[in-house]
């Protein structure tokens, strides 16, 4: 069920989003829809996953590690034996 909802907002912001909805082909309401959408789903999900970008988000978990391997150790040694 679809209700509407008033919002006070700067032209020049309106008249940027018309044309960014434009041109991802969806209408300012929908991509204002979607973006409330993700921000109030954000509350279920472990904070320090959502501080990534999507792309990242997608990203986490497609590659399996041990469990008593420390990363930054691994990291450490990788920018040593680039730069020395």
């Given amino acids: 069920m ?25 209408s300012v309401s929908k991509l204002v829809e ?17 501080s990534l970008g999507p792309i990242t988000k997608e990203l986490v978990g497609v590659i399996k590690i041990k469990e008593n391997v ?3 150790d691994i990291l450490a040694d990788a920018l040593m034996e680039k730069y020395l």
Avoid: F
Wanted: glycine share 0%; hydrophobic share 25%.
């Fill in 2 to 26: 679809y209700n509407k909802l008033t919002l006070n907002i700067e032209q020049n912001v309106i008249e940027n989003a018309k044309i960014y909805a434009r041109n991802q082909k969806r």
């Fill in 34 to 50: 979607e973006y409330l959408s993700t921000i109030s789903s954000r509350n279920n999900e472990n904070m320090e996953h959502n």
């Fill in 70 to 72: 420390n990363y930054k």
